[in-house]
């Protein structure tokens, strides 16, 4: 990248787009969007011909927005501080539209700005309608976008859903109904953040571009999977939100499921956007319902109390902003599943996933079984451990395959080691943000990397019976962890004998880093 110098390129290669945001005064506008668009058009990833039209219902001038925008650009922007010919240039690109999301003239506007746009640029434009509002809306804008003609052009016109997508099954149905009646499904983006994960998009890339591991990816090699996506954050200002979603709804129906999905799917046949979305679905279909008889046996609840985090004193959750001071929400959530099919048969895969946590870390960990004979004397393999495979999304980027491997000396010893791949050790190109790689897949019209209908729907359904069970019987013990710590107690017990859950990566390594014998 050229130092100081850097302003907007276009990219030839597409073609004019219109991106209306509803809720362009909000956060999600202000943190992701906007930085993403921006950091797009610095790495000549935007059409020449382009316009971000905010829509909300707060008075605002154009530059009042993009004052506000400009601040949001200097912090989340990938490549920092943005220079001002980059972001002057940028910023006429954007405007404001005051706007009631219920009445028609708002859509009778935006229609009429998209034509004279159409027309300055004497070409026709793909418009994205995005919803970044709060999820009462979802509803409501596509319908409105119907009966204003603009979602009719199957081709040109795209809505794009941030999740909750629904509440629970039955709302999911019927926002999706709303979708459809309005909608093509091939019109529909319904954002998962986590796919446009660069790490996340590898397990594909991995998995299947590599003749090495499949061959293995199965029941009879594989013990067991863990997934762990941990936060060190609580909830911070988005109290008012969480406290009516919890864990399950904020990260495992949707972020945890997906990442299940791309771990036990079968191979693609090829990298059209409904093939993968076919495979993933499968493995949805494929989970074993849950009874609600065996609620407990197969899913753990937690609320962090007060405790510590990153070496200071912290809340707990109920005297968070927003939260209620007797909130039974649930900011910890870990589940035991199970994949009914050929692959997969008695496999446990376990989840976890919660806020307050001692770090952030998510990871996948595939854990093989033991050698089916132990050849070596027993006191050559203390510290012995089948081998794993850790799949780091965040924060450490990377594989680490962990195997068995002979100590130095004289005498044979057996030690676990590890091999290890980072992104950031064998790739110079930086991960752009998940929201860039999707903001252009919307722009490109490629849906591989967005859920479909039928996979929220179905990711709902075999949710349905632990939400159902644990919104009937509150906690009892909550706050039952203490922020700063790994969750409940009661989650080891969702584990098989001999199972556990992983130590994450970055702690193995300081770990290791601790008790490395000094050489001489
Ligand atoms: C969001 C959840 O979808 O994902 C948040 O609503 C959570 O509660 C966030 O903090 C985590 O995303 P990431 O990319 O920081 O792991």
């Given amino acids: 990248m050229g130092e100081g110098l850097r302003t907007m390129k276009a990219n030839d290669q597409l073609e004019s787009t219109v991106f209306v945001i509803f809720g362009g005064g909000g956060d999600l506008t202000w943190r992701k969007l906007v930085p993403a668009l921006f950091d797009l058009s610095q790495d000549r990833s935007m059409p020449a011909d382009f316009s971000v039209i905010a829509v909300d219902r707060v008075p605002l001038s154009d530059e009042k927005l993009r004052q506000r925008l400009h601040s949001g650009v200097n912090q989340f922007s990938r490549f920092g501080k943005a220079k001002d010919a980059a972001w002057n240039e940028f910023a006429q690109h954007i405007s404001y539209q005051q706007g009631d999301f219920k009445k028609p003239q708002t859509y009778a506007a935006l229609g009429a700005q998209c034509a004279t746009l159409e027309k300055e640029w ?14 009462s809306m ?21 809505i794009v859903v941030e999740k909750p997508i629904g509440y629970n099954l039955e709302s999911a149905l019927a926002l999706n109904a709303i979708l459809a009646a309005n909608f093509e499904e091939s019109q529909i983006f319904r954002i998962d953040h986590y796919l446009g994960k660069e790490t996340v998009q ?36 988005r109290g008012g939100y969480y406290d009516h979603a919890g864990a399950l709804r904020d990260m495992v129906q949707n972020h945890l499921m997906q990442l299940l999905c791309l771990v036990a799917m079968e191979p693609m046949v090829s990298f059209q956007a409904d093939e993968i979305r ?17 609620v407990a046996q197969c899913a753990v609840r937690g609320q ?22 007797d909130s039974q929400t649930e900011t910890f959530a870990a589940l035991k599943l199970f994949v009914d099919n050929w692959r997969w048969q008695d496999v446990p895969f376990y989840l976890r996933t919660g806020k307050c946590l001692p770090r952030q870390a998510s990871e996948i960990s595939i854990q093989f079984r033991a050698v089916p004979h132990r050849s070596f004397p027993v006191g050559a393999s203390l510290g012995w451990h089948p081998s794993r495979l850790v799949m780091a999304i965040q924060p450490v980027e990377g ?3 962990g195997f068995q491997a002979k100590y130095p000396g004289p005498k044979m010893q057996l030690r676990p080691v590890d091999m290890r791949f980072s992104y950031h050790g064998s790739f110079d190109a930086p991960s752009p943000d998940a929201y860039e790689t999707l903001l252009w897949d919307v722009m490109k019209n490629d849906a591989t990397l967005f859920m479909r209908a039928d996979q929220v729907e179905a990711a709902w359904q075999w949710l349905m019976p632990v939400l159902d069970v644990w919104a009937e019987a509150p906690p009892s013990d909550f706050p039952n962890y203490a922020a ?7 989650t080891q017990g969702l ?19 601790k008790t490395k014998p000094k050489s001489h």
């Avoid at 004497?122 to 999820?135: E, S, V």
């Avoid at 090495?212 to 999977?225: A, C, G, Q, S, T």
């Avoid at 493995?283 to 008889?293: E, K, N």
């Fill in 484 to 490: 700063g710590t790994w969750g409940p107690e009661e």
């Fill in 304 to 325: 962090y109390g007060p405790g510590n985090g990153d070496g200071k004193k912290a809340p707990g959750y109920r005297q968070e902003e927003g939260v209620a001071p």
């Fill in 278 to 294: 076919n495979k993933k679905v499968d493995v949805l279909h494929a989970a074993r319902p849950i009874d609600r008889d065996a």
């Fill in 399 to 401: 594989i680490v395959l």
């Fill in 495 to 513: 584990l098989a004998c001999g199972h556990s859950w992983p130590v994450p990566t970055e702690l193995v390594e300081q770990e290791k880093a």
């Fill in 138 to 158: 979802f509803g409501e804008i596509p319908k409105c976008l119907g009966k204003a003609g603009l979602a009719r052009d199957r081709e040109w016109a795209r």
């Fill in 122 to 135: 004497g070409a026709k434009a793909h418009r994205i309608f995005y919803m970044a509002t709060p999820p």
């Fill in 202 to 237: 590898n397990i594909l890339a991995f998995r299947f571009a590599n003749p090495l591991f499949e061959p293995i990816w199965n029941r009879r090699y594989i013990d067991y999977v863990t997934i762990t996506v941990a936060e060190a954050v609580g909830v911070e200002h």
